[in-house]
């Protein structure tokens, strides 16, 4: 039994051996037939130059002239001059009523071809390290506000004399109130005396970057080069007018400051961001005080736009971490940077255009003429 079961195996083995597996016949013949094709294509394209040659060749004999075909050419867009663009900004409503138009007629011209800026700013993230920051900007971190305390203008004696100042003025100005006024009068002065030094250290304890703004102020108020605040405030907001542009956001509210400088307020289309709106609102949040880095060497209006942007921060879809939103506002500030020194010829034209109050639509139109 077992040497008949040896040669019928070796007989299928043998018959087995001539036949190409099934997978390898179907790859073979798939590829004939793919070389067939080709084959097949450029035959056809050499029958097709062929006959263009003769007909060429006929037209010719019969004397009539070749004319040239046609070769495929780019389209290319013309920009709208300033004056029709403006106009057709005009139409625009720049508030938190008319942000779907609004977003509508600045994509249709982005599209056309008319805006080049709009949408333009790269929002790809990364992580983002203050040497980092440092280097690629040429800023030292204290000129951003990301330094240590031995760097700021503001000093802890500065804050100790302050401190001292307030508790002593409002002191005597208490008792000079009980001592010279009626009763009723000087006891409600002594009492909101008593109440100043409360606040102050209230403020001082929650929020001292403002304590330090105020004594930062009156430090320098005669420094012949320190700039004036509307010409800092309009540089401030000019760029976050610009760069919140570039990034896409929708105008939605559009006023004029104490200091006579416009006030531009974006915002992303929903109570809840998405990773793009984090991005693009990170930022235009951070470009303002880049913007006065840059021209000023110092910051003095960076409080309330770090605040709004820990705010969006917490507003995210996903949760940023501490480490994360470290890393956005780093990237914030370093991808404003670019952008504002990319285009710093048409943000310096934005600035007097802020200054003397201009409408948006014209705004719009210097930034993409």
Same mark, same amino acid.
């Given at each position: ?9 070796? *007989? ?5 051996? #001539?036949? /190409?597996?099934?997978? =390898?016949?179907? $790859?073979?013949?798939?590829? @004939? &037939? ?52 403006? *106009? ?5 409503? #720049?508030? /938190?009523?008319?942000? =779907?138009?609004? $977003?509508?007629?600045?994509? @249709? &011209? ?68 009980? $001592? ?190």
């Amino acid at each position: 039994m077992n040497f008949r079961a040896l040669l019928l195996f070796l *007989a299928l083995e043998r018959s087995f051996a #001539f036949l /190409a597996p099934t997978s =390898q016949v179907a $790859a073979r013949s798939k590829v @004939g &037939l793919n070389l067939a094709a080709e084959d097949e294509v450029a035959a056809l394209r050499a029958a097709a130059a062929k006959a263009r040659e003769d007909a060429d060749r006929l037209s010719l004999e019969l004397g009539k002239k070749i004319e040239a075909r046609p070769k495929a050419t780019e389209t290319k867009v013309k920009k709208l001059p300033k004056e029709e663009l403006q *106009a057709r900004l005009q139409e625009v409503s #720049f508030d /938190a009523n008319g942000v =779907q138009a609004q $977003a509508a007629t600045l994509e @249709g &011209l982005r599209q056309e071809g008319s805006v080049s800026l709009y949408k333009s700013a790269n929002l790809r993230t990364y992580p983002v390290s203050l040497q980092m920051l440092e280097s690629r900007t040429q800023i030292s971190l204290e000129s951003f506000g990301f330094g240590d305390a031995s760097g700021e203008k503001v000093s802890l004696d500065d804050f100790k004399y302050s401190t001292l100042y307030v508790v002593g003025g409002a002191s005597v100005g208490g008792v000079l109130a009980l $001592a010279f006024l009626p009763p009723n009068i000087g006891a409600t002065i002594c009492y909101l005396c008593a109440i100043i030094p409360i606040l102050y250290l209230a403020i001082g304890s929650t929020a001292p970057a403002a304590i330090a703004q105020v004594i930062d102020s009156v430090k320098n108020r005669d420094d012949p080069d320190r700039a004036s605040d509307s010409d800092r405030v309009a540089r401030h907001e000019a760029a976050h007018f610009m760069c919140g542009y570039m990034c896409g956001l929708p105008i939605v509210n559009y006023n004029i400051l104490q200091e006579g400088v416009p006030c531009v307020e974006f915002a992303a289309s929903s109570q809840r961001f998405s990773n793009e709106e984090v991005a693009s609102l990170s930022v235009t949040a951070m470009s303002g005080l880049v913007a006065e880095a840059m021209e000023y060497g110092d910051v003095r209006g960076a409080e309330n736009d770090l605040l709004e942007l820990e705010q969006i921060f917490r507003k995210a879809d996903d949760f940023i971490g501490a480490q994360q939103q470290q890393d956005l506002t780093r990237w914030g500030a370093l991808q404003a940077f670019s952008m504002l020194k990319e285009n710093k010829g048409k943000l310096d034209q934005v600035v007097d255009a802020f200054k003397s109050q201009k409408d948006l639509a014209e705004c719009v139109a210097l930034l993409e003429c």
